[in-house]
């Protein structure tokens, strides 16, 4: 079984400079081998020095496991804009891949509608309530719901998912999509069921 869980260091970094509300986090994952947890890898987070939004049930790190082992971990972790988005990576045994960007940062060329929408502006609105998905091979997929901001096109959160090649897949190093699924009349999926 795989366990991933965050751990506040410090919850107040107003004095540092960082956003209102921001808190200083780890993102851990453990491993059972039927008699123990053990830690699984270095922390998860791509930059814990990086000031994290509150803790809340809509931004909590999840994790998936496939029939080897493997897994998938992905959580909310601000960017260098200190825009929340998604990352994630594989788990290997006791290893962790590089983070991997999941939630877009601009509205997707994938994403089918008026050419003023497709590729557009910057989403600046927080990405969260995450849901991880794992099948053989390491090939997984990450649901999340990216919300609106002052500058978006849309006025409502919108469901995405971005999908992960299988390990063997010369592609496995890089989320396909996101594909938009909330089911608007701009909304795609990817080719083939996860």
């Known amino acids: 079984a795989l366990l991933t869980y965050r751990v506040t260091t410090?919850?107040?970094?107003?004095?540092?400079?960082?956003?209102?509300?921001?808190?200083?986090?780890?993102?851990?994952?453990?491993?059972?081998?039927?008699?123990?947890?053990?830690?699984?890898?270095?922390?998860?987070?791509?930059n814990p020095s990086q000031p994290m939004p509150a803790p809340t049930p809509d931004n909590g790190p999840k994790v998936a496991i496939d029939d080897t082992g493997n897994g998938l971990v992905a959580w909310q972790e601000?960017?260098?804009?200190?825009?929340?988005?998604?990352?994630?990576?594989?788990?290997?045994?006791?290893?962790?891949?590089?983070?991997?960007?999941?939630?877009?940062?601009?509205?997707?060329?994938?994403?089918?509608?008026?050419?003023?929408?497709?590729?557009?502006?910057?989403?600046?609105?927080?990405?969260d309530a995450i849901s991880v998905s794992l099948r053989g091979l390491s090939e997984g997929?990450?649901?999340f719901r990216q919300q609106p901001s002052a500058s978006s096109l849309f006025s409502t959160a919108r469901i995405f998912v971005g999908v992960l090649p299988a390990s063997t897949s010369q592609n496995a190093g890089a989320f396909v999509g996101p594909y938009?699924?909330?089911?608007?009349?701009?909304?795609?999926?990817?080719?083939?069921?996860?």
């Open 78 to 127: 601000r960017d260098d804009e200190l825009i929340p988005r998604v990352y994630a990576r594989r788990v290997f045994s006791a290893t962790t891949t590089v983070p991997l960007l999941v939630s877009p940062t601009l509205w997707p060329l994938a994403v089918k509608g008026p050419p003023e929408v497709a590729g557009g502006p910057a989403l600046k609105g927080s990405a």
């Open 180 to 194: 938009l699924v909330d089911g608007g009349t701009d909304a795609t999926g990817p080719e083939g069921n996860l």
């Open 141 to 143: 997929a990450v649901a």
């Open 10 to 46: 410090n919850r107040n970094l107003a004095a540092q400079g960082a956003p209102p509300g921001s808190v200083a986090q780890e993102i851990r994952l453990a491993r059972y081998d039927g008699s123990y947890w053990t830690p699984a890898g270095p922390l998860v987070n791509r």
